[in-house]
């Protein structure tokens, strides 16, 4: 064999694997579908400004050994996520904390808030929450259901808050504290200059193959090394044999415009039913404007994101993960544990909404199961 490795996708899951093996003396190569590296994190300077083609991405952890793991391949700075919530032309301030609750019903301290939320809990009559609507209504109360969250999560995941499970929604924190940041992470910021850069920086001295489908030619492909990493779907790898699992997919707009500022902000979530967008990302505020200006760049570039449902030959975006699709996973999963030289990890390899940490973490796991 000519390889230890082959790593099929070169997102993060695959990259840090790769670079994991290759500091251990194996030899690797790195194939990706796609005409360039770095997955959905991947990056490309549009009008001087990186531009988050796959939907924006904004590192997170709690997580010390990733935050010293990432920080070796790129600097950070110091953004830290707030999205403006625009219903209806009124704008809210996110994740839920003591600015929304003044802005919605006045309140002034956090007392007054807590009780405004559990009077509206209680007039729902909520004592277990069993789907996101209930747990929503639950954590913040009716008003800030229906104003900024029904709306958008129908939106997001083309389906009713009652029929979605309970744990989405927990990914937002609620606090009685003026604290706009969205996520409750020690670490978070935006690697400068770019994610392809960091993923780059991870491959460098990893031989990588573009364009190439692992699926189109896996018999000639497996013949070149011992083991595969595969980060691809795993439903496409078994040639939806059991069925498809769902996936949410995405759709991007982007624009260029003439103007130096459009919203002020990196991201603005839409949260009314009517806007057919999502949210609109503005590129150049995740590394302008808090440590250096952004207003001294003519231009600005824009991405209006439509959430759909995934039809084979889409990208797939966001696994769903509910009672049915876990259930095809499993059975999936089952294939997947036989298939010998084939490891299956990332995002879609495992059916799972991991985050860019989770799926790091993971991929380090893997390498130090396999390679130490
Ligand atoms: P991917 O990045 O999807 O990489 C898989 C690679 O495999 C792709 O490059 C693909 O082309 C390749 N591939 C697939 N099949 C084949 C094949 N047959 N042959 C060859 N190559 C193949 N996480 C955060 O922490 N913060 C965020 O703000 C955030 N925002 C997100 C926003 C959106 C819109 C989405 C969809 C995800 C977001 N995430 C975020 C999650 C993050 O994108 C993932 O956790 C991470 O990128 C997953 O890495 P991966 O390597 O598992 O998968
Ligand atoms: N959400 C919402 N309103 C918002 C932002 C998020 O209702 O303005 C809900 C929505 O259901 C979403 C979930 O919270 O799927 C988790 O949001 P997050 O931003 O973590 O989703 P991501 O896009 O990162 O997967």
């Not at 200006?293 to 975006?317: A, C, F, H, M, Q």
Request: glycine letters at 8%; proline letters at 4%.
């Amino acid at each position: 064999m000519k390889y230890d490795y082959l790593v099929v996708g070169s997102g993060l899951f695959g990259a840090v694997f790769a670079h994991q093996a290759k500091e251990k003396g194996k030899k690797v190569l790195v194939i990706d579908k796609r005409p360039n590296i770095a997955g959905n994190v991947y990056t490309k300077e549009i009008e001087g400004i990186n531009v988050h083609i796959y939907g924006a991405h904004i590192f997170h952890t709690n997580l010390k050994h990733v935050w010293d793991y990432v920080t070796k391949f790129a600097e950070f700075n110091r953004f830290t996520n707030s999205p403006v919530a625009n219903y209806r032309g009124e704008l809210y301030s996110l994740p839920f904390n003591m600015y929304t609750f003044n802005k919605m019903w006045g309140v002034v301290t956090p007392e007054e808030a807590a009780a405004k939320i559990e009077a509206q809990k209680r007039e729902a009559g909520i004592t277990e929450p069993k789907n996101l609507e209930e747990q929503a209504i639950s954590l913040v109360g009716t008003d800030i259901y229906e104003k900024l969250i029904k709306g958008y999560t129908e939106k997001q995941w083309g389906r009713p808050c009652t029929e979605l499970p309970a744990f989405i929604i927990k990914r937002l924190p609620v606090r009685l504290t003026f604290d706009n940041n969205y996520f409750n992470a020690l670490y978070q910021g935006i690697p400068v200059g770019g994610y392809t850069k960091m993923v780059a920086n991870m491959l460098d001295g990893t031989e990588v193959r573009l364009g190439v489908d692992y699926l189109q030619n896996k018999a000639e492909l497996d013949a070149l090394a011992d083991k595969v990493v595969y980060t691809g779907p795993i439903d496409a790898y078994f040639d939806y044999k059991l069925g498809n699992l769902e996936y949410r997919s995405v759709r991007f707009e982007n624009e260029v415009l003439d103007i130096p500022n459009f919203q002020g902000n990196a991201a603005v979530n839409y949260t009314d039913r009517e806007t057919p967008w999502t949210r609109i990302i503005e590129h150049k505020w995740f590394e302008f404007g808090k440590d250096a200006e952004g207003n001294d760049l003519p231009k600005t570039v824009i991405s209006r994101e439509y959430s759909s449902e995934w039809k084979p030959g889409d990208e797939p975006y966001y696994p769903v993960n509910d009672e049915k699709n876990g259930k095809l996973y499993a059975e999936y999963k089952q294939l997947a544990d036989a298939e010998v030289k084939v490891i299956f990890g990332g995002r879609l390899g495992e059916y799972k909404y991991y985050d860019m940490d989770a799926v790091i973490d993971s991929a380090l796991k893997l390498a130090e199961r396999e390679l130490y």
